[in-house]
């Protein structure tokens, strides 16, 4: 990353954290050194375009795992990621209900062993496969949701029913 993506990831200060904590409204735990205290800011603008292709990329690759269906480039996927510091707004969502609600967890392992605790997800599809969900974990640093269909108009259309719903 160093090299490819220069400035792409910067250490932030106590100073930093200090001000990202309570621009966040997030507790500090108790008894911890904002030193002890791993955090790095990421540059906006590349960091976005970076997530959105690999996160792009990754749930079509389950799509395809579990429908057998290719999602071409330019047809439907609505992504949301959240970071670990956001964690609290996902749990608290409606968002939270519906992806923690999917049907199936795959094991992940390799070599005997379970890697869950690195990279876990759920999943659900229609039973034509034109339609998959995801709630995505890496570790304890990323969330993300994740919808794929077959054809932008069947995002579109479930976008209007979300929004709808809301109303």
Not at 15 to 21: I, L
Not at 64 to 83: D, P
Not at 138 to 152: C, D, E, H, Y
Request: contains cysteine.
């Amino acid at each position: 990353m160093k090299n490819n993506f220069p400035g792409l990831l910067k250490p932030l200060s106590a100073n930093e954290k200090r001000k990202f904590f309570r621009s966040e409204n997030i507790t500090r735990p108790p008894g911890l050194a904002l030193a002890d205290i791993h955090a790095a800011g990421i540059q906006a603008d590349a960091a976005i375009e970076l997530f959105e292709v690999g996160i792009n990329k990754l749930l079509r690759a389950l799509h395809w795992k579990h429908t057998g269906k290719i999602v071409r480039w330019n047809e439907g996927i609505n992504a949301t990621c959240y970071t670990n510091a956001h964690f609290g707004i996902f749990s608290q969502s409606e968002e939270r209900k519906f992806y923690g609600d999917l049907p199936v967890c795959p094991p992940i392992v390799r070599n005997q062993r379970d890697l869950s605790d690195q990279f876990a997800y759920r999943y659900g599809k229609d039973d034509e496969g034109d339609l998959s969900a995801f709630l995505i974990a890496f570790r304890n640093s990323f969330l993300i949701t994740g919808i794929v269909a077959q054809s932008q108009e069947i995002l579109e259309e479930i976008r209007l029913r979300e929004a709808a719903a809301e109303e």
